[in-house]
């Protein structure tokens, strides 16, 4: 009886949108997949509704064929992760929290963390970045089942970030429109930008050379604060 109160509450829960806003510093997901899906059935419980915005969906995950049961989400590039938040049906307060560190992300607040591990890995390259203690690089987010129980459901997952933006060295120069701004002008925002570096970030066009640091105004983007 419960089990078919439970089945008719979420059937009724399709029948309207319920949209959540991203929170600072998402990240927006390129695709997402997993183990299995309940029933076969992905057009109602596939790995794609745990990424869709949307609190009245969701991706319903059981094992696969090697008797493991995950979920995991590909992000479009290499990103510094910082939370990992996870969302129940029509639930607007996370669920799990998982915080990273640049080691991983074993800290996990709620009810059922130990049922769940979480890990971030890449499939590209992560040379060559700033060092980090707050987030961990990776293009891949991944969340296994390890205790007994044999499927699990997300409604939503919000993967959020450190926003690309690394201090410029103060001495060097700024370059927008063949004017200089001093680096170590007050006024000036910070930028995705690395010294020593030809294309700095993929979506930030940026030359750093002979000590001045060139980019297209219609490519740079205030972002938070971050220490030199």
Known sequence: MIFLA???LNLTSRSF???????TDEITPASAEHSATDSNDDASYGAGLAIDLDLA???????????????KVTLDRVRCVRQVLWHNAGAVTPALTWTCSETGCSNCVGSICSN????VSSEGAVS?????SDCIYGDTVNIQRVDDYYRFGVAELAIVG???????DPGLNIVINDSQLPAEDETEVKYSCRQ?????????????ADGKISLSPENISPCRETST
């Open 128 to 132: 060559d970045l700033p060092p980090v």
């Open 116 to 119: 769940f591990k979480l890990s």
């Open 162 to 168: 450190n926003p690309d933006c690394y201090t410029v």
């Open 196 to 208: 020593n570096s030809d294309i700095l970030d993929a979506n930030v066009k940026a030359v750093c």
């Open 57 to 71: 969906t969701f991706s319903y995950t059981v094992p696969g064929s090697d008797g493991t049961i995950w979920l």
């Open 17 to 23: 949108a319920a949209i959540r806003e991203r929170v």
């Open 6 to 8: 439970i089945v008719l």
